[in-house]
């Protein structure tokens, strides 16, 4: 297996990230472009989707690029996209990127791709399949990889096989209602869980506290204004010790705990792989995580205990799983990591 090399291409808010991988999960080339804003159609208007698309197929021409004479060794692309992704690897619901709902990725890409074969799948699908086969989740036979960015994405591993459902829509845990007179989402709903626990949440709730006089190294940080704080502003003041930015992230890490332990009643996994672009973040709230979740979950003191950590791949995990994807027939064919 080693010797087969798939692109894994990771669609995500703020940048596209591509990947060269070998059968044994080495990386051999990277290359990353900034994600293009889509929005609505107008007038059959297809340009938002078409820079998509373009841009995607950008990245891999850099990376085979960078592989010069070993390109010839590629087999397939993998792509992770976020949203609702169906069978024929056509984006059917996309709240967090607009515009992008109905696009046919596989066959769009395909067709810009050419001799390669195209698998796409949900990109916290891709970075559960990454952390299964060769990180933090690596040797479980039930586990939930939890993604934590602007929103939350969910890679369901059960029965040591990637669960997608009936509909291959399965792992939108972000859109769970905690909360039904909670803040809007852009999925259409009220008080959704990644309204309370996602980078978007966290800067949600410490604006809120700095209008309640309450952050006031962080709104300097921000620049004066309690409408610019942002998450990292609290991580950053958090990490130095301001304890108004800490008592925020406790918040935060209480609404993550609620939800996990939702998950857990649901699904009983052995573990929980928390990563994502809030990472940083959760390095601080790891513990009261575990503690609020321990007071939350069903039966606590009667179930074997379930691993909260973090995942070990960073940024690259979704491009690894799309790339451990694309080594398949089929997405549906995934049984297990080699």
Same mark, same amino acid.
């Given at each position: 297996?080693?010797?087969?090399?798939?692109?894994?291409?990771?669609?995500?808010?703020?940048?596209?990230?591509?990947?060269?991988?070998?059968?044994?999960?080495?990386?051999?080339?990277?290359?990353?472009?900034?994600?293009?804003?889509?929005?609505?159609?107008?007038?059959?208007?297809?340009?938002?989707?078409?820079?998509?698309?373009?841009?995607?197929?950008?990245?891999?021409?850099?990376?085979?690029?960078?592989?010069?004479?070993?390109?010839?060794?590629?087999?397939?692309?993998?792509?992770?996209?976020?949203?609702?992704? +169906?069978?024929? /690897?056509? !984006?059917?619901?996309?709240?967090? &990127?607009? #515009? @992008?709902?109905?696009?046919? =990725? $596989?066959?769009?890409?395909?067709?810009?791709?050419?001799?390669?074969?195209?698998?796409?799948?949900?990109?916290?699908?891709?970075?559960?399949?990454?952390?299964?086969?060769?990180?933090?989740?690596?040797?479980?036979?039930?586990?939930?990889?939890?993604?934590?960015?602007?929103?939350?994405?969910?890679?369901?591993?059960?029965?040591?096989?990637?669960?997608?459902?009936?509909?291959?829509?399965?792992?939108?845990?972000?859109?769970?209602?905690?909360?039904?007179?909670?803040?809007?989402?852009?999925?259409?709903?009220?008080?959704?869980?990644?309204?309370?626990?996602?980078?978007?949440?966290?800067?949600?709730?410490?604006?809120?506290? +700095?209008?309640? /006089?309450? !952050?006031?190294?962080?709104?300097? &940080?921000? #620049? @004066?204004?309690?409408?610019? =704080? $942002?998450?990292?502003?609290?991580?950053?003041?958090?990490?130095?010790?301001?304890?108004?930015?800490?008592?925020?992230?406790?918040?935060?890490?209480?609404?993550?705990?609620?939800?996990?332990?939702?998950?857990?009643?649901?699904?009983?996994?052995?573990?929980?792989?928390?990563?994502?672009?809030?990472?940083?973040?959760?390095?601080?709230?790891?513990?009261?995580?575990?503690?609020?979740?321990?007071?939350?979950?069903?039966?606590?003191?009667?179930?074997?205990?379930?691993?909260?950590?973090?995942?070990?791949?960073?940024?690259?995990?979704?491009?690894?799983?799309?790339?451990?994807?694309?080594?398949?027939?089929?997405?549906?064919?995934?049984?297990?990591?080699?």
């Amino acid at each position: 297996m080693a010797g087969q090399l798939t692109l894994g291409i990771d669609v995500g808010g703020t940048k596209i990230l591509g990947l060269a991988i070998d059968g044994a999960g080495a990386v051999l080339a990277e290359a990353k472009v900034a994600t293009p804003r889509v929005v609505p159609a107008e007038n059959d208007d297809d340009s938002g989707a078409e820079a998509v698309i373009e841009a995607i197929a950008d990245v891999a021409e850099q990376l085979r690029g960078t592989l010069g004479t070993e390109a010839a060794r590629l087999s397939a692309a993998g792509v992770g996209v976020p949203g609702l992704v +169906a069978d024929d /690897g056509t !984006l059917s619901f996309a709240p967090n &990127l607009p #515009g @992008g709902e109905g696009l046919d =990725v $596989r066959g769009r890409v395909g067709r810009r791709l050419g001799d390669l074969r195209v698998v796409v799948d949900n990109d916290a699908t891709c970075a559960a399949v990454g952390e299964w086969t060769y990180g933090a989740a690596a040797g479980a036979t039930d586990a939930v990889v939890v993604t934590l960015g602007t929103g939350i994405g969910g890679g369901l591993i059960v029965n040591n096989r990637v669960t997608r459902g009936a509909h291959g829509f399965a792992g939108e845990i972000g859109h769970m209602v905690v909360d039904p007179s909670g803040p809007s989402c852009p999925c259409g709903k009220r008080g959704c869980w990644e309204r309370f626990a996602s980078g978007s949440g966290l800067g949600r709730l410490a604006r809120e506290a +700095a209008h309640a /006089g309450r !952050l006031e190294e962080v709104v300097r &940080l921000a #620049g @004066g204004d309690p409408e610019a =704080v $942002r998450a990292e502003d609290v991580t950053a003041a958090a990490a130095a010790g301001d304890t108004g930015a800490q008592t925020v992230l406790e918040e935060l890490g209480w609404w993550l705990a609620l939800g996990l332990a939702n998950l857990a009643n649901l699904l009983d996994p052995a573990l929980f792989v928390l990563g994502g672009g809030l990472v940083d973040a959760l390095d601080l709230v790891l513990e009261p995580v575990r503690v609020a979740f321990d007071d939350l979950v069903e039966g606590r003191h009667r179930r074997p205990e379930v691993m909260i950590c973090l995942a070990t791949l960073g940024e690259r995990a979704g491009a690894i799983g799309a790339g451990v994807l694309a080594r398949q027939d089929d997405r549906a064919g995934v049984v297990g990591p080699d």
